[in-house]
């Protein structure tokens, strides 16, 4: 079966950047979704379709995908930022959707 | 606006059936497209997909659950009930329903708030 693979943590200073990473084989040819999930929350979408950010969500936030990885890049991170954050396929050849491993981001 | 919440037993016992429901407001799953899937999430751990229902009753279940998975739809009462057989206590988890949209491949944006069910006799 399709499997994503995520950092377990990553952290970072306010104001600097934190990449999140998602590999999966040939991710590139699928579209990927990021979710971000505060404790004690549902997720919440914050990238559909590899780089497109739903209204409400800040720039700061953006998504790539190419070749074997997707990455999601926080930029200018913020205390608030902090939170598990899940990358979502939907692999065709399986008939599933898969989500990564999950990564919680820390703010140093 | 729209909200959906799910409801259900909070334990129940190995070798059960779990039966839970998500009851929405706000959209019909008698327009074209709608969807509402349910995902968990293991105390800890990561999200897993496990079924979605669409409003023309096409069903996609997840391949390594699929067996003891059953997804139905009331649309008169903006019901959908997932029943999962056969219950360990590694189903112990939260039990969240989302919105989705044919062929968008993702949940959201609007997610029930989730509810823990613990499998223990």
């Known amino acids: 079966s399709f499997v994503l693979t995520q950092p377990p943590s990553v952290s970072a200073a306010p104001g600097k950047t934190a990449s999140i990473t998602c590999v999966g084989n040939?991710?590139?040819?699928?579209?990927v979704h990021w979710y971000q999930q505060k404790p004690g929350q549902a997720p919440m979408v914050v990238i559909y379709?590899?780089?497109d950010r739903p209204s409400g969500i800040p720039e700061r936030l953006s998504g790539s995908n190419s070749g074997n990885t997707a990455t999601l890049t926080i930029s200018w991170v913020e205390a608030g930022d902090e939170a598990d954050y899940y990358c979502?396929?939907?692999?065709?050849?399986?008939?599933?959707?898969?989500f990564g491993t999950g990564t919680k981001v820390s703010v140093l | 606006q729209i909200t959906l919440k799910e409801s259900g037993p909070t334990l129940v016992k190995p070798t059960q059936t779990l039966t839970l429901t998500c009851t929405f407001s706000?959209?019909?799953?008698?327009?074209?497209?709608?969807?509402v899937g349910w995902i968990r999430q293991p105390p800890g751990k990561a999200l897993e997909w496990l079924a979605l229902?669409?409003?023309?009753?096409?069903?996609?279940?997840s391949p390594s659950l699929k067996s003891r998975l059953a997804i139905t739809k009331d649309t008169s009462e903006n019901r959908v009930a997932l029943t999962m057989t056969n219950m360990d206590p590694v189903d112990t988890a939260t039990y969240f329903c989302?919105?989705?949209?044919f062929g968008s491949g993702w949940f959201g944006p609007h997610w029930g708030q989730g509810i823990l069910v613990a499998v223990s006799s």
């Open positions: 229902i669409y409003r023309d009753d096409n069903k996609r279940y």
């Open positions: 979502l396929v939907w692999d065709s050849s399986s008939d599933q959707y898969v």
């Open positions: 706000g959209f019909s799953l008698t327009t074209s497209g709608v969807g």
């Open positions: 989302a919105t989705t949209a």
């Open positions: 379709y590899d780089t």
């Open positions: 040939n991710i590139g040819s699928k579209r």
